[in-house]
């Protein structure tokens, strides 16, 4: 019987895993403008997959955006923040080797003009090897996925 009190205690102290709630709402009112349509498209399908694998979404910003797990699930859970902007935030922040917390800061203080303002205010310019590495990592994203690219 003494087991039985050490694990409700220790349920309690656990803390639930968190998973990533984009809903098919949320990704139907969703623009973004990064100023390259390619990159658009594909930031608003991130969301869709986002509804649909939350899991696999938080996953992927964890293991290569470098961003942690729970961090990224606060954003998108308790914060309002759309799927696919902490996706771009955190692996924006990968390509200009900052902070994603420096980009989500950013974005939060100022998001008028949307991300392709946002960058232009980062400490590091933005620059075509920038967008050109963004751009292969959404294409690593979807071969991780098993997902072809709209």
Same mark, same amino acid.
């Given at each position: 019987?003494?087991?039985?009190? $050490?694990?409700?205690?220790?349920?309690?102290?656990? *803390?639930? @895993? +968190?998973?990533?709630?984009?809903?098919?709402?949320?990704?139907?009112?969703?623009?973004?403008?990064?100023?390259?349509?390619?990159?658009?498209?594909?930031? %608003?399908?991130?969301?869709?997959?986002?509804?649909?694998? *939350?899991?696999?979404?938080?996953?992927?910003?964890?293991? =290569?955006?470098? +961003?942690?797990?729970?961090?990224?699930?606060?954003?998108?859970?308790?914060?309002?923040?759309?799927?696919?902007?902490? =996706?771009?935030? &955190? $692996?924006? %922040?990968?390509? @200009?080797?900052?902070? &994603?917390?420096?980009?989500?800061?950013? $974005?939060?203080?100022? *998001?008028?003009?949307?991300?392709? %303002? +946002?960058?232009?205010?980062?400490? @590091?310019?933005?620059?075509?090897?920038?967008?050109?590495?963004?751009?292969?990592? @959404?294409? %690593?994203? =979807?071969?991780?996925?098993?997902? *072809?690219?709209?």
């Amino acid at each position: 019987m003494k087991l039985l009190p $050490f694990l409700l205690t220790t349920l309690l102290l656990v *803390p639930a @895993v +968190v998973s990533a709630q984009q809903t098919a709402e949320r990704s139907a009112a969703y623009t973004v403008d990064t100023g390259h349509s390619w990159l658009d498209a594909r930031l %608003a399908d991130i969301n869709h997959y986002a509804e649909r694998y *939350p899991d696999s979404f938080l996953d992927e910003l964890a293991r =290569y955006s470098g +961003v942690r797990r729970a961090y990224a699930a606060a954003l998108i859970n308790n914060h309002g923040w759309q799927a696919a902007d902490v =996706y771009f935030a &955190c $692996f924006w %922040a990968k390509v @200009v080797q900052i902070d &994603c917390r420096q980009s989500v800061r950013a $974005f939060s203080a100022d *998001p008028e003009g949307g991300w392709e %303002a +946002v960058v232009t205010r980062l400490p @590091v310019p933005p620059e075509r090897a920038h967008w050109q590495a963004m751009r292969e990592a @959404v294409e %690593a994203s =979807y071969k991780h996925w098993d997902r *072809p690219a709209p």
